[in-house]
């Protein structure tokens, strides 16, 4: 049998096959014939060249960038409008001086 590796470009199926039996079933009331059977697989094996990278288009990178940009724009406006970038500051010393001696 020669192996694929000594045939790179040659297409192949790999095939694969499975039987099962079934011994028990997990309800209270148990079937009459418990299932069984086999099953077949075929893969297809497509072997692509080294070449055959392509290079990712500069209009792509510039169209994700920006739309990357825009999605965190509109992120940090909702933010915003939600007071998220609001800080509460304690009180200095000054201030709780001036409102403790009223009580």
Known sequence: MQSFLKKPL???????GVSYRVNRMPYRIEP???????????????????GGEKEI??????????????ILAI??????KLG???????PLEEEEDLTSDGD
Do not use: Y
């Not at 040659?10 to 694969?16: L, T, V, Y």
């Not at 418990?34 to 080294?50: I, K």
């Not at 288009?57 to 825009?70: D, N, R």
């Not at 998220?84 to 304690?90: K, S, V």
């Open 57 to 70: 288009p500069t209009w792509w990178l510039i169209v994700g960038v920006l739309a990357g940009l825009l």
């Open 10 to 16: 040659e297409q192949f199926i790999i095939q694969s």
């Open 32 to 50: 009459e014939s418990l299932p069984n059977g086999t099953a077949m697989a075929d893969t297809q094996v497509l072997w692509v060249s080294p």
């Open 75 to 80: 992120f940090i406006f909702v933010m915003w």
């Open 84 to 90: 998220f970038f609001q800080r509460t500051r304690p």
